[in-house]
């Protein structure tokens, strides 16, 4: 058996874009933005001495008299409207826990999901007995924020055909300023396989569903085999997601195709090497800049 | 005195430097993918490892939940072989539990706890070689991870000891200058405003050498937080053009 092997060396990234080097706007903790008192304090600030000053290590993003910090790397900040992929942490009264990569647990309120059945109606107490039977704890759900608490947890809901419990596939952790925010965060992507592009970095790959089913409310889980084919387009696409988030490039479903094309003339578990990853990504750089323009 | 001479008529320490020299800062962030945030910190050849994950819904016993503000969780560990003499524990003897409590009363005083309330910030040192100024490289490597993970704080932390020998204040002690019994004095500052975070003191010294050993502790926390500031910036610069923006 050859094995693969590397010595420890220091990589010099390679930068997409060499341009924007020396930027002004970078700003670490503690630096002062501005003495200005006509300005109004945003998210990653605070004023001292009636000094507007950084408290986070990232670029300062200006709206009108608005100053903000955005860090570059941080939790997810749910907003309404968002599309999430969770996993249940625990079931309560009336109330299901998903952790969601946010700063405090989500909240999923049985009475905001769609019951088995589809049929409209009150939550009985029965329904509350057998809430266990829906969603249990370790299983995986995509969701829609719903709304926002006062403290920053999210409210999910689940209440469309497309939300609900996730069967099999696979789950990649990313950061969640890598994810582009688009109409649409559920892709059929045409190399066999399904995405959902979770806001909050959490990315589901599953083979994509043959039929549209008749779907009981989005707690059916199909246990039927999956190909060998359809998990190895997973495979493949998963350590692509990796290869992108290594080069920290924006994931949207045209940037994941294009990688994954790039990626087909190598072996699924070669894309992990830093190497590879690196030719890998400037293919698909490049095919993303001759798209544009 | 055993015969070590720390401080020789030169001017010049056990290891070749100046009474307020520095030893070198090394630091690198963001060594690992899954953690939140994480920087690898060097000085001298103290080494340090530190990860923060948070902030994230309370774990363990909810009854520590504070509902104004978020509770910072801090666990000091030193390698086994992080010691000429191999360590039995890596955590949770005394040492290291009063350690963890000194991190953690660092950093309530610089994280703006009051905008995560109800969560938990989990801070994890390692000390993966120890060659004095052990206190001073976690406080420094935490540093770097806590603004890695992007949770706000008011100002870098930077810490340094400083011992006094022959009426000279002598910064950033190594080991044989800790062990060779100096009074020395471990301080954690703010630099910007120039507030103190900590201050330790376990030796005895004099009242009236206290105020210019402060002063010497407080020049080299800011000698440290130069350093810190252009990692910090270094690192960035890096991450911000890879983005592409």
Redesign the interface.
Known sequence: MAADMRLPTIRK?V????S????KD?V???DVITSDTGFMRGH?T?V?DDKL?A?????VQRVDKLICVR?????FNGEVGDVVVGRI?EVQQKRW?V?TNS???SVLLLSSVNLPGGELRRRSAEDELTMREYLQEGDLISAEVQSVFM??ALSLHTRSLKYGKLGQGVLV?LSP?LIKRQKTHFHNLPCGASIILGNNGFVWLYPTPGQQEEEAGGFYTSLEPVSLSDREVISRLRNCLLALAA??VLLYDTSVLYCYESSLQHQVKDILKPEVMEEIVMLTHQKLLEQEG | MAGLELLSDQGYRLDGRKATELRKLQARMGVFTQADGSAYLEQGNTKALAVVYGPHEMRGSRSRTLHDRAVINCQYSMATFSTAERKRRPHGDRKSTEMSLHLKQTFEAAVMTQLYPRSQIDIYVKILQSDGGNYSVCVNAATLAVIDAGIPMRDYVCACTVGFVDETPLADLCYAEESGGVSSLALALLPRGGQIALLQMDARLHQDHLETLIEAAMTACKGVSKVLDEVVRQHLQEASVLTGE
């Open positions: 990234t930068s997409l874009s060499a924007a080097f020396d930027r970078l670490v903790p503690g990653g605070y001292d000053t408290s986070v290590a990232g670029e860090p570059l790397k941080t939790r942490t826990k952790e700063r405090l647990d403290d920053g952790q300023s080069h920290k």
